[in-house]
């Protein structure tokens, strides 16, 4: 049995005759005839009762008929899901990013013409996000730092200078900027190992022979932030994350003209997908209006 023959078993059936079905199916009547006949015997069955001037279903076709009118809803349901996926009119879509900050706006622009779609953010480091890119767990990483495999593709969604920070308490409150030698002889609040605050920090104090007098690790953004508050340390964060807290006093470095980037990542080989490319286009757009401004 072929889907052909059922195909236009259910279209005479539907239209009541051979030639009507023939022309609402684009097809020769020969053709839809020849799929009936070869139906019918295949299973030594009867289908249709011909007359001379109409022809009805037999119990058998009847019976039949109930079944692919099931098919053809179930199609007609699988048609309109996908056409409604390929018009990025429903869908899901989670991105994973070091700063959830960094996704927001890009959510905020992508519903503007997709309401329906659904969106989840979660977060981790840069090395973590870019794992869990890789084993399709998230759609896209938010992330510092671009992959080196080129099995990836990123846009550049902002840059921004990398500040100090420090609590209230803190004596540096009043100096408007502070060097990198200051920073080695004061606790650091530092986050986890794979976050590319931590690898700028650690590569340009290397660079300049520098070692930390004390280093807090912090895993995550916000208790970083909150140890700041709390005055065991200064922070280290790019001007563009440095959100307003009354606890806190952003400082200038003034002898490290280092920036932070943040790219939006995803698979090349997913780049295909109308949900990823109406996602990059939306970052396109952006950037094309940033650069307007």
Known sequence: MRYAQLRAFHGVATWGGFSKAAEKMAISQPALSDHVRKLEESYGVQLFVRGTRSITLTDLGRKLFALTEQQVEIETAAKDLLQRARNVEEGHITIGADAALHALPLIRAFRKNHPAVRFKVVSGNSANLIERLET???????????????????RLLREDQLVAFVSNDHPWTSRPSIALAD?????????????????????????????????IEIEGREAAREAVAQDLGVGIV???EFLADSRLKQIRLKDWQAKMREWLVCLKSRQGLHLIQSMLKVVDDMVRRDQQI
């Open 136 to 154: 399709f767990d998230i759609d896209f990483a938010v992330v510092a730092d671009v992959p080196t495999s080129p099995a990836f593709s990123a």
């Open 183 to 215: 920073l080695a002889v004061t606790p650091l609040i530092l986050r986890e190992q794979g976050s590319e605050t931590r690898r700028l920090v650690e590569e340009k104090f290397n660079e300049l022979g520098l070692s930390p007098n004390e280093v």
């Open 238 to 240: 790019s001007a563009g």
